[in-house]
């Protein structure tokens, strides 16, 4: 079975994926093979990820174990991938967050200064805008269920325990994931967590948004 992290970019995918290693030990998966991943041990151990062979995706339905596969595709594309039977978790954070999340992220691995409009324009990604990737999933049929990114942060017990209900997986209870320390580990991935940096924004940004 296949179980599909589903989101917009800097929306909580990275984090689901050490949520789901950590609570059920199991490997995770992308359907982009994240090279930032491979040529860092230390993300690829948290997140579990290993090769994912993207003709292989019929075989590994009809296997007895589930896999966890990471995307961020736009829906007509996820449709093409999509098949009976698998599993949908949608992943919805602030689009304010994650427009900040992404300036972070392209200063701290890239050293890059990006415009806050830029990125409400979707200019630094493959996927188109965040509030038009937000309404077309959300009119989606494939979604299972739709998880928050601030839920996910604060109740990490509760998530991981949906995904267990969906998968049919024992529940265990495992010891909270600190944000700092995922932060030690790659700041570019994971910057501060926090669900309200948003407020801090001001002025044009914000009226902007």
Known sequence: MIVWLASYPH??????????KK??????????NDILMVEDEKMGHITGQEHLDHSQLGKLRARNRVYFVKT???LDDFSQMYAEGDIVLYIVR?????????VDYIGTLYGDTVSFRALVNGEYTPFGR???????????PF????????????????????????????FQ????????????ANPAFFASGKTD?????????HRYF
């Not at 940096?197 to 940004?205: F, P, T």
């Open 11 to 20: 929306s909580g995918n990275t984090f689901l994926r050490v949520l789901v």
């Open 23 to 32: 609570y059920f030990k199991v490997p995770t998966y992308s359907i982009y």
């Open 72 to 74: 961020h595709q736009l």
């Open 94 to 102: 602030d689009g304010r967050a994650v427009a900040l999340s992404y």
């Open 130 to 140: 965040w509030a038009d990737h937000i309404s077309l999933w959300g009119e989606s």
């Open 143 to 170: 979604i299972t269920r739709t998880l928050y990114f601030e839920k996910i942060i604060k109740d990490q017990s509760e998530t991981a325990r949906e995904i267990a209900d969906l998968c049919g997986f024992p």
């Open 173 to 184: 209870e495992r010891p909270f994931i600190p944000f700092k320390s995922l932060h030690k």
């Open 197 to 205: 940096r948003w407020k801090a924004l001001s002025g044009e940004d």
